[in-house]
């Protein structure tokens, strides 16, 4: 039984960091793509970041590129999400996504899900 359990969610203030956790079991992590979504009440799940299996791909949405930082520990299966510089803009809930092929930016091509970890950015 596959599972992702992401951690590390809390409230902030503007311009405060978090590191949000993925752990996976159930699968050969080292397999699979992995990626970050978000989805904020009332507003569609978005893409946030994505690595590939190997890491020598990583891709971000724009609105957090230069802020935001994917890295993955294959020998941890753990997928990390550093989140510098936040703004309210960022609240929502923080889902990190597997996928057994290339990182895509569509949700709906990912196998895998975890929970969902809640992030709060007060200004």
């Known amino acids: 039984q596959v599972q992702l359990v992401e951690s590390g969610g809390g409230l902030v203030q503007a311009g405060g960091s978090l590191r949000l956790s993925c752990a996976a079991s159930?699968?050969?992590?080292?397999?699979?793509?992995m990626a970050w979504f978000r989805q904020a009440p009332g507003k569609e799940r978005e893409f946030v970041a994505g690595v590939s299996r190997s890491i020598s791909s990583i891709y971000y949405a724009d609105s957090v590129k230069g802020r935001f930082t994917i890295s993955r520990d294959n020998a941890k299966n753990t997928v990390y999400l550093s989140m510098n510089s936040l703004k309210p803009d960022d609240t929502a809930v923080y889902y990190c996504a597997a996928r057994w092929r290339p990182v895509t930016t569509t949700d709906l091509e990912y196998t895998y899900w975890g929970q969902g970890t809640q992030v709060t950015v007060s200004s």
């Open positions: 159930g699968l050969t992590f080292s397999n699979y793509a």
